[in-house]
């Protein structure tokens, strides 16, 4: 479905140009999620930026590489069509639920602004509804509220139903968990990966988190610097990983079963 | 031997609503709890957002006061206990680190402000190295940022040249050169990757040793508590709903919220 | 911390060009006296109002006194009354703000109340009044305009100070035990300072306009000491047939008007908080 090849981004800091992204490849097939891991700066939210082409021209660019969609090169598309994408195919949700949404609208109105910018879209009130209960809020008192009425946790699934009322079929989720507790993490993630299964969506989940993707996804990918450095099915990288860095990734996450310092 | 208590703290943030900013009702953070630490130990504060955590610690810190109760210190109250005092017994690391450090000054100006306050009465008991006070107090920088595993070059840079981690160890180093008895540490690893969470945490681990530390560790992940901590104490929502050693609340815990945040730490295929 | 905020100032090419007129200006108003081409007292009754020449590159005025000497004099009147005027404002403004800011309860209650009253009197009329009372000279002129605008100031430094004392340095130096002045000026100044030195390089465009208006009323710089208002006040009498009384002076005002606010404006860019 997604297929990244060789792809290269560069970014522009205090007049420097690094290299963010190096040689990186990835293929994500229809209803497989991935859990691409990394510290940060190791480019993984470069990658999902690229691929929705969502990097500004004085911060960076992508200086070379192939990324196709469903049988479509994205980095190539016109403008228009590209939109089409961003909310009909691929949908993004990002780490900061506190300001990923406008202050000073309701809920109501920053979901009907998505369908309206949208023309292939019914911006039917029972739609909102639906995409509401789809991440089980309750519908009329959240779609009344002020973001900060809300809790994290009910703001990240608002996102979530934001992405999903285009109907896409690949979801990129920028370390959505990383800003919330471990209580709130576990249900976002309860709701995100089960709305992934029923739906048959594709996911790319990034994290600095080794161990929160390992149970989730069928397949890890692993990246360093820029560079893609280990890959495979989720079990088997967590049990046999080949690159000393994944072991160290796994090393670093904390576990019950230690013993006190 | 019971280094801190707290007896009975109750605190309430007034909630403000409508266009005239009226009292419209009170949040009540913290209900009558009480807890004690032990010297050299480390006692791990847990529970989800909101449960009260910050507040506890922010009154420890003598950052707010308490609507009811007390904080004592080896059996005296220390709400007659002078700011400077209180320096020299309690410090504290922040979440943030981007937040913890002055971004407009440099890291050796903010050391140094904090190193000459340890050199002035009462009790300026740091060891002094080299001749001459500012050489001796600069000595004194680096080897605190020596202590935390960064090098003295540190003290001529400003802290946005640095990252996360390394900002974070920057505070340690802040928080030490008062020599304090007790470090609070307020969800210290939150704002980190996990690498870098590993390294900070095996720091704690070492300087505890080293400098004979007491340390309360506020977090929300049980399975760093359990990393860490000789004690647990879980809060849900203003109140202590369980006490317990990592052996005895990880493996049976008695209250269903323990239960939720065990069950939140992401399970790992065996 | 200064150098890197300098370099990024250099990469703004209008707020360099502010800059430099500011400093050519500053400059010229220093030296004027001794620089001027022709002695600005000096009546010559035989060459009342002639246009732009060879010997008065910006013509005469009505008592035959060179326009471009009194101009560059002139210059001297604008700046001082902008940087005083914005000093006092400046000094008020802050410090009032910061300790309102830092202290809260009473204190802010207090002064916001006292900035609301001030905002509401309508500033010239406030000025006109004062300066008739008091007499219209250049210093009472610079304080006046320096005690009508602090309160903008201290307002915008209560809010930024409400902020950053919540941060977690602030609040971390509390607990090292550093003293209530450290506090308030090395740790909360620094990073409140930003919005402060923005609205000051505005705030002396304003004053010269507020200056140059009131000369030109009659209750600003008295004649015959010479001030941009003070010669377009003369200018206005013989507007149909000495354009050059007029002209000149509203260039003089405009440019350095607008060079000061290039200069805020590149500040502004610089000192934004987001890197």
Request: aromatic share 6%.
């Amino acid at each position: 479905m997604l297929s990244i090849e060789k792809l290269n981004v560069e970014y522009y800091r205090g007049g420097k140009t690094i290299s963010a992204v190096r040689d990186f490849s990835l293929a994500i097939n229809a209803g497989e999620s991935v859990g691409l891991v990394g510290e940060s700066g190791s480019g993984k939210s470069t990658v999902a930026l690229s691929i929705l082409r969502l990097i500004r021209p004085q911060e960076g660019h992508i200086v070379s590489g192939k990324i196709q969609f469903q049988g479509q090169d994205l980095l190539s598309l016109p403008p228009e069509n590209m939109r089409d994408i961003r909310c009909r195919k691929i949908a993004m949700i990002f780490q900061d639920p506190f300001t990923s949404l406008n202050p000073v609208m309701r809920i109501r109105e920053q979901m009907d602004e998505v369908l309206k910018a949208h023309p292939s879209l019914s911006a039917s009130p029972s739609r909102l509804v639906e995409a509401l209960e789809q991440v089980q809020l309750e519908s009329t008192r959240v779609l009344n509220s002020y973001p900060h009425q809300l809790s994290g946790g009910q703001r990240q699934r608002v996102m979530i139903a934001i992405a999903l009322l285009g109907q896409p079929s690949l979801i990129l989720a920028d370390e959505p968990t990383t800003a919330l507790d471990v209580l709130v993490q576990k249900e976002i993630l309860g709701v995100l990966f089960s709305l992934q299964k029923k739906l048959g969506l594709a996911m790319l989940f990034i994290t600095h988190n080794l161990g929160l993707v390992t149970t989730y996804t069928h397949r890890i990918a692993v990246m360093k610097e820029g560079r893609l450095v280990e890959e495979g099915p989720s079990q088997a990288v967590f049990r046999q990983p080949s690159e000393a860095y994944t072991r160290q990734l796994l090393e670093a996450i904390p576990r019950l079963g230690r013993s006190t310092g | 031997m019971t280094l801190l208590e707290m007896k009975n703290i109750s605190k309430a943030f007034p909630i403000e609503g409508g266009i005239f900013r009226k009292r419209i009702g009170f949040v009540q953070a913290l209900k009558d709890v009480s807890i004690d630490v032990r010297k050299g130990e480390t006692l791990a504060l847990v529970g989800g957002s909101g449960c009260g955590k910050s507040t506890l610690a922010r009154i420890v810190a003598g950052l707010l006061t308490p609507d009811s109760g007390d904080v004592l210190w080896e059996g005296r109250s220390l709400s007659t206990c002078a700011r400077q005092e209180r320096a020299r017994l309690i410090q504290m690391i922040f979440q943030d680190p981007y937040a913890s450090l002055n971004p407009k000054l440099s890291v050796g100006t903010q050391l140094m402000e904090v190193v000459r306050l340890a050199l002035t009465p009462p009790s300026g008991t740091l060891s002094l190295k080299g001749e001459g006070k500012a050489g001796s107090m600069r000595a004194t920088c680096v080897d605190l940022l020596e202590s935390v595993g960064l090098s003295g070059d540190a003290l001529s840079h400003y802290p946005f040249q640095f990252s996360g981690g390394q900002r974070q160890r920057i505070a340690i180093a802040r928080a030490l050169a008062l020599q304090p008895r007790l470090l609070i540490a307020d969800e210290p690893l939150s704002a980190l990757d996990v690498t870098v969470q590993a390294q900070i945490l095996a720091l704690f681990k070492g300087l505890k040793s080293t400098l004979d530390l007491t340390f309360l560790f506020i977090t929300h992940d049980l399975a760093v508590a359990a990393n860490f901590a000789d004690r647990i104490v879980v809060l849900k929502e203003g109140e202590v709903v369980e006490e317990g050693t990592p052996a005895t609340t990880l493996v049976a815990p008695k209250h269903p919220y323990t239960r939720a945040l065990l069950d939140a730490v992401p399970a790992l295929p065996r | 911390m200064i150098k890197i905020y300098f370099q990024r100032f250099r990469q703004n090419h209008l707020a360099m060009a502010g800059l430099l007129i500011v400093g050519f200006l500053t400059v010229l108003a220093l030296v004027s006296p001794w620089v001027s081409p022709k002695d600005p007292s000096l009546q010559d009754l035989t060459a009342r109002l002639q246009g732009p020449s060879p010997s008065h590159w910006m013509g005469t005025d009505d008592l035959g006194r060179d326009v471009f000497s009194r101009l560059l004099l002139g210059t001297r009147i604008s700046l001082s009354v902008g940087f005083v005027a914005v000093g006092i404002s400046m000094s008020v403004g802050t410090f009032l703000g910061l300790w309102a800011g830092f202290f809260g309860g009473k204190w802010d209650t207090l002064l916001m109340r006292l900035v609301d009253v001030m905002l509401s009197i309508p500033t010239l009329f406030l000025i006109l009044a004062v300066l008739a009372f008091l007499g219209p000279n250049i210093y009472n002129v610079m304080a006046i305009i320096g005690l009508t605008s602090w309160p903008g100031l201290a307002r915008l430094v209560r809010g930024e100070c409400l902020s950053v004392r919540e941060r977690e340095y602030v609040q971390a130096a509390k607990m090292a035990g550093v003293s209530t002045a450290r506090l308030l000026f090395i740790h909360i100044l620094p990073n409140v300072v930003a919005p402060i030195l923005v609205s000051a390089t505005l705030g002396v465009g304003g004053a010269i306009l507020t200056e140059s208006a009131l000369s030109f009323l009659g209750l600003g710089v008295q004649p015959p000491t010479p001030s941009w208002g003070n010669i377009l006040s003369i200018g206005r009498d013989y507007l149909h047939i000495a354009w050059w009384l007029s002209l000149f002076p509203t260039l003089a005002i405009l440019v350095t008007v607008l060079a000061f606010n290039l200069l805020g404006e590149g500040l502004r860019d610089v000192l934004d908080p987001r890197t």
